[in-house]
């Protein structure tokens, strides 16, 4: 079982950056994919990056590369989303994410097995 929480969303204005940080309990979390995504009131969850542990690579979604950083620190049991140049078009709920198979499996929330609460993230024009 794992148990994750959010924390560092807030209100930005455009331009601006935010650091997203998501605590992970649990001993096996340096062996999960750990991944970030995003919703709108009404809208469908959307994936936003991935830090995949069984080859090490990072994946995004095509609006945030070059932007947006996902990074771990198993140490910590933490995976960070570094968000820069901030639009409000970014403003949503974002949701932490693990997958216990360690692998990529696609950009469906369904693939996914461990969830946070999220945190709200604002972006004023």
């Known amino acids: 079982q794992v148990q994750l929480v959010e924390s560092g969303g807030g209100l930005v204005q455009a331009g601006g950056s935010l650091r997203l940080s998501c605590a992970a309990s649990?001993?096996?979390?340096?062996?999960?994919?750990m991944a970030w995504f995003r919703q709108v009131l009404g809208k469908e969850r959307e994936f936003v990056a991935a830090?995949?542990?069984?080859?090490?690579?990072?994946r995004y979604t095509d609006s945030v590369k070059g932007r947006f950083t996902i990074s771990r620190d198993n140490a910590k049991n933490t995976v960070y989303l570094q968000m820069n140049s901030l639009k409000p078009a970014d403003t949503a709920i974002y949701y932490c994410?693990?997958?216990?198979?360690?692998?990529?499996?696609?950009?469906?929330?369904?693939?996914?097995?461990?969830w946070g609460q999220g945190t709200q993230v604002t972006v004023s024009s």
């Open positions: 649990g001993r096996t979390f340096s062996s999960y994919t």
């Open positions: 994410a693990a997958d216990s198979t360690s692998y990529y499996r696609g950009t469906a929330p369904s693939r996914y097995d461990y």
């Open positions: 830090s995949v542990w069984s080859d090490g690579s990072i």
